[in-house]
């Protein structure tokens, strides 16, 4: 089986750059093997992907796309901790914030875009516990914002 780089490769995924934080946080902390990944916006070009809100102005696949950008922007900081994605023994927890309309109730749909890449990137060990959760609003007018833990190699 390919390591987590080597799938990243195969995938055409690049992992952007890890901006600095605008607001008082570090992009994560780690402690003994955990990881803990702020929450992550997915970002395209310097803006936000698909904002607004799911169930009105976003649709359920965009609201997917917005999660696995999430995903590609947490893999990043990851990486830029551990040095290598092939350090990570496997997905913890994800937490999926879906911004959503009042009705709307799809959550689980939207964060599986985070979920599905987790698991093209790492196989069975992508998967972890999840939670996915619909508020009212989200930083910068995001539709998906979510948080992640990491378990890094020994």
Avoid at 54 to 71: I, K, M, P, S, W
Avoid at 93 to 114: C, I, L, R, Y
Avoid at 132 to 151: D, H, Q
Wanted: charged letters at 20%.
């Amino acid at each position: 089986m390919a390591t987590p780089e080597e799938r990243l490769k195969e995938l055409s995924i690049p992992l952007p750059a890890v901006g600095t934080p605008r607001w008082a946080y570090v992009p994560c902390v780690r402690t003994g093997s955990l990881i803990f990944v702020s929450g992550q916006i997915g970002v395209t070009d310097g803006k936000v992907m698909h904002p607004g809100k799911l169930g009105r102005e976003v649709d359920v696949a965009r609201g997917q796309e917005a999660a696995r950008g999430c995903a590609v922007q947490a893999l990043a900081v990851v990486r830029q901790e551990l040095g290598s994605l092939d350090m990570v023994a496997r997905v913890v927890k994800s937490t999926v914030f879906v911004a959503s309309a009042e009705g709307f109730g799809d959550q689980p749909t939207v964060a599986n875009g985070a979920s599905d890449l987790l698991r093209d990137v790492f196989g069975d060990a992508g998967l972890g516990a999840r939670a996915a959760v619909g508020v009212a609003e989200l930083p910068l007018g995001a539709s998906v914002e979510a948080e992640f833990i990491f378990e890094a190699r020994a």
